[in-house]
């Protein structure tokens, strides 16, 4: 079996989208059947993880949208066969429908969260019509895309990120890093996000906005944010004028090696999101025994299995924000919960496996 993979990000790539597409096409390198899998990034950066064996990653159309059509192209033109066709945005359906057509192939599409949630550009939504079924990464994203996308009864699986529980797991909160952020002696509630202007769909608004009475309560309470972007001068102005800028750090963007640290850090998670397509960020800090908060409304509550694995809270209601911030800060720390390992990569990679199946052995 071959596969092609269209998509925006893996191997080089930050962010959420970016380590759920590699440990999509590690668990596809690692299907009984694969022969080869060819991934075709728009972006990738010069630092890369190691690729799995079977993996053909193709960074020729790296640099913009003419770069990857014609890389697109040469696939086609190069190759003579490919059993499945996965489209990883669904910006990138038009190529992918066209190689799909080459091959007479089967195609799926991968959908993550906000993507999907409102109709995209006309040609990307009418393609929606040809796909042969889709990757939902959670539930509340699947039926928003149903909601809009004429999928006719295409059938769809559900694939929720995965965890590697060797990787991130309780400790001792690193010396150094308090001592760069002053957090000594201090309670912590953290928030790990990307700081996007066009995109506030995190809570950290809503965040900043009980903190004023949280610090009365908690003297000593700080807020941690993690993460870079266009919308990071407008919250350091909003904590000023809050009055809460001493109780809150923004740590900027962090190296993927520092960030089970900065977890630790951590008395309590806290990200009542409102457009959060799944919430990675909920797994890694459970795994590093961080007690977490999560939306009630979005892609939050199933990174929390309906709460089973943390707080939910209503993200319009301050009152509930500030209840569930209270209940994680009186919850223990330092216990990964048995029920995560749902999560597991070989979990995963067993479900990936199962619509590989279900679509090109069926």
Same mark, same amino acid.
């Given at each position: 079996?071959?596969?092609?993979?269209?998509?925006?990000?893996?191997?080089?790539?930050?962010?959420?989208?970016?380590?759920?597409?590699?440990?999509?096409?590690? #668990?596809?390198?690692?299907?009984?059947?694969?022969?080869?899998?060819?991934?075709?990034?728009?972006? #990738?950066?010069? $630092?890369?993880?190691?690729?799995?064996?079977?993996?053909?990653?193709?960074?020729?159309?790296?640099?913009?949208?003419?770069?990857?059509?014609?890389?697109?192209?040469?696939?086609?033109?190069?190759? %003579?066969?490919?059993?499945?066709?996965?489209?990883?945005?669904?910006?990138?359906?038009?190529?992918?429908?066209?190689?799909?057509?080459?091959?007479?192939?089967?195609?799926?599409?991968?959908?993550?969260?906000?993507?999907?949630?409102?109709?995209?550009?006309?040609?990307?939504? *009418? %393609?929606? %019509?040809?796909?042969?079924?889709?990757?939902?990464?959670?539930?509340?994203?699947?039926?928003?895309?149903? %909601?809009?996308?004429?999928?006719?009864?295409?059938?769809?699986?559900?694939?929720?990120?995965?965890?590697?529980?060797?990787?991130?797991?309780?400790?001792?909160?690193?010396?150094?890093?308090?001592?760069?952020?002053?957090?000594?002696?201090?309670?912590?509630?953290?928030?790990? *996000?990307?700081?996007?202007?066009? $995109?506030?769909?995190?809570?950290?608004?809503?965040?900043?906005?009980?903190?004023? !009475?949280?610090? &009365?309560?908690?003297?000593?309470?700080?807020?941690?944010?993690?993460?870079? !972007?266009?919308?990071?001068?407008?919250?350091?102005?909003?904590?000023?004028?809050? !009055?809460?800028?001493?109780?809150?750090?923004?740590?900027?963007?962090?190296?993927?090696?520092?960030?089970?640290?900065?977890?630790?850090?951590?008395? *309590?998670?806290?990200?009542?999101?409102?457009?959060?397509?799944?919430?990675?960020?909920?797994?890694?800090?459970?795994?590093?025994?961080?007690?977490?908060?999560?939306?009630?409304?979005?892609?939050?509550?199933?990174?929390?299995?309906?709460?089973?694995?943390?707080?939910?809270?209503?993200?319009?209601?301050?009152?509930?924000?500030? &209840?569930?911030?209270?209940?994680?800060?009186?919850?223990?720390?330092?216990?990964?919960?048995?029920?995560?390992?749902?999560?597991?990569? $070989?979990?995963?990679?067993?479900?990936?496996?199962?619509?590989?199946?279900?679509?090109?052995?069926?």
């Amino acid at each position: 079996m071959r596969t092609l993979f269209l998509t925006t990000d893996a191997f080089g790539g930050h962010g959420g989208i970016a380590k759920y597409n590699r440990d999509l096409l590690t #668990a596809l390198c690692s299907h009984p059947s694969t022969k080869e899998v060819v991934a075709i990034p728009r972006g #990738a950066g010069a $630092e890369r993880e190691p690729l799995p064996p079977k993996l053909t990653f193709v960074t020729d159309g790296v640099g913009g949208k003419g770069r990857f059509l014609a890389a697109v192209g040469r696939q086609l033109v190069q190759r %003579s066969t490919f059993d499945l066709v996965v489209c990883g945005h669904v910006n990138l359906l038009p190529p992918t429908l066209v190689a799909a057509a080459r091959f007479s192939a089967p195609l799926v599409l991968c959908v993550y969260g906000v993507d999907v949630w409102t109709p995209p550009g006309r040609l990307a939504a *009418a %393609s929606c %019509s040809r796909i042969d079924g889709f990757v939902s990464i959670s539930r509340v994203t699947g039926e928003r895309f149903r %909601s809009w996308a004429p999928l006719d009864g295409r059938r769809e699986w559900i694939l929720p990120n995965a965890i590697e529980l060797d990787r991130f797991s309780p400790g001792p909160k690193d010396p150094g890093l308090l001592d760069r952020y002053g957090l000594r002696n201090r309670t912590v509630i953290a928030t790990l *996000a990307r700081l996007d202007a066009l $995109e506030r769909l995190k809570g950290v608004d809503q965040i900043l906005e009980v903190l004023p !009475g949280l610090v &009365r309560t908690h003297p000593r309470l700080s807020y941690l944010l993690v993460g870079d !972007g266009t919308d990071r001068t407008r919250l350091e102005q909003k904590a000023r004028a809050l !009055g809460v800028a001493e109780h809150v750090v923004f740590a900027g963007r962090i190296p993927e090696r520092e960030k089970v640290q900065h977890y630790r850090l951590a008395d *309590a998670f806290v990200m009542p999101s409102r457009g959060e397509g799944f919430g990675f960020v909920f797994l890694e800090a459970l795994a590093c025994g961080v007690p977490v908060v999560a939306s009630a409304i979005d892609g939050g509550r199933e990174a929390v299995r309906d709460g089973s694995l943390g707080t939910l809270v209503n993200p319009d209601d301050p009152a509930d924000i500030v &209840r569930g911030i209270e209940e994680a800060l009186a919850s223990p720390k330092g216990t990964v919960p048995e029920g995560l390992r749902y999560f597991s990569f $070989e979990n995963f990679t067993a479900r990936v496996h199962a619509f590989v199946d279900d679509v090109v052995h069926a």
